[in-house]
């Protein structure tokens, strides 16, 4: 069975600094690695993904994240954060094939203090 | 863009009651899912159908049930809610995630359910 750990429920940055949301997984074979990000009171919104190829993934908002498969992690970075940057950030991972479905972690909640 | 639409935001239902909440994608996706969100606990999989008329068993299918009559549409049901399905539901679509493709999976806004 897949799984996802996100150690840290919360990560206080201050705004300008760099941030990142660490995410680990397990999965038979290689994986499918996702972020996303939650508004207060709304759905949530994609940010990225690993499928293949580069292990620095570029996505939305100015936000990225490195696939290590030797430490099985999936950290989301921002070399600046903003105080508009302040959500509940989730990552996910699914593998590669089959019908399985993706698995969510807990979630880390992100405050940028100005 | 992908529009996953939840009919209800906010619903407040009585113990025992019958509870419908329905979403509409418009991307003509194969896949729709039905998620459960808590606080502490993340999102976590009720059911979801790979098909019309087609549905599986999430990690957390007890309590709950599905219809997918047309590819666009698929509703949760609750059959009888209780006070401990008072959460944030989640529907969700994407294509197929068979073989290759890491598919996105593209959200609705979500649906407040208070069972009171």
């Known amino acids: 069975a897949q799984s996802v750990a996100q150690p840290e429920d919360q990560v206080n940055v201050a705004e300008g600094n760099p941030l990142t949301v660490k995410c680990t997984y397990s999965?038979?074979?290689?994986?499918?690695l996702f972020w996303y990000v939650q508004y207060p009171n709304r759905g949530l919104q994609f940010l990225l993904k690993y499928i293949t190829g580069d292990n620095l993934v570029k996505g939305s908002y100015g936000f990225e994240a490195e696939f290590n498969k030797s430490q099985t992690s999936f950290h989301l970075k921002k070399p600046s954060a903003l105080v508009s940057d302040s959500a509940l950030y989730f990552c996910?991972?699914?593998?590669?094939?089959?019908?399985?479905?993706?698995?969510f972690g807990k979630g880390t909640m992100l405050l940028v203090s100005p | 863009d992908v529009k996953v639409t939840q009919s209800s935001r906010y619903l407040v239902k009585r113990t025992g009651e019958k509870v419908f909440l329905e979403c509409v994608q418009d991307?003509?996706?194969?896949?729709m899912f039905w998620y459960r969100q808590d606080p502490g606990l993340g999102l976590r999989l009720i059911y979801f159908?790979?098909?019309?008329?087609?549905?599986e068993k999430g990690d957390i299918p007890e309590g709950y049930s599905v219809s997918r009559e047309k590819k666009e549409r698929f509703s949760l049901i609750l059959e009888s809610a209780s006070t401990n399905q008072t959460s944030m539901y989640l529907c969700?679509?994407?294509?197929?995630?068979?073989?290759?493709?890491?598919?996105?999976?593209?959200f609705g806004e979500g649906s407040w359910l208070t069972v009171v």
């Open positions: 991307m003509d996706h194969e896949n």
């Open positions: 999965v038979s074979g290689n994986p499918y």
């Open positions: 996910a991972v699914r593998p590669i094939g089959g019908y399985s479905t993706l698995t």
């Open positions: 159908s790979y098909d019309v008329k087609m549905k």
């Open positions: 969700a679509s994407s294509l197929p995630s068979q073989g290759i493709g890491g598919n996105t999976i593209y």
